[in-house]
């Protein structure tokens, strides 16, 4: 997983690669931590998925720009537009199931 530092990296990411799963986080948040070490386990079963995480208070303009108001949350892209959305209590079978559905979605 690729750490972020600034919206524009972000941003470009998210264009140039087909899926992009995009972890925000807090700093001193046990949950996130936990989080982000599940998400770059599973992304091994997932090579074609683009794993980045950013701190929130690292670029605080993420908030407005994906309405995000509570960390961890997940946003998963695909070939640019935001497709998945999970905060706080990320279920990793449901993710798991939408990252299968969309990896094989762009293999037709």
């Known amino acids: 997983m690729q750490k972020m530092k600034n919206l524009n990296e972000i941003k470009d990411t998210i264009q140039r690669s087909p899926l992009v799963l995009l972890l925000i986080k807090a700093g001193n948040c046990g949950v996130c931590e936990a989080v982000q070490f599940k998400m770059s386990e599973l ?3 997932y090579s074609r998925v683009k794993g980045m995480y950013v701190f929130k208070e690292d670029v605080p303009e993420m908030a407005s720009e994906y309405v995000v108001f ?4 997940l946003l998963l892209f695909v070939e640019g537009k935001e497709r998945y959305r999970i905060s706080r209590f990320v279920r990793f079978d449901e993710l798991e199931r939408v990252l299968q559905i969309y ?6």
């Open 103 to 108: 990896e094989e979605e762009l293999e037709v």
């Open 70 to 73: 509570s960390a961890p949350t």
């Open 43 to 45: 992304l091994k079963s």
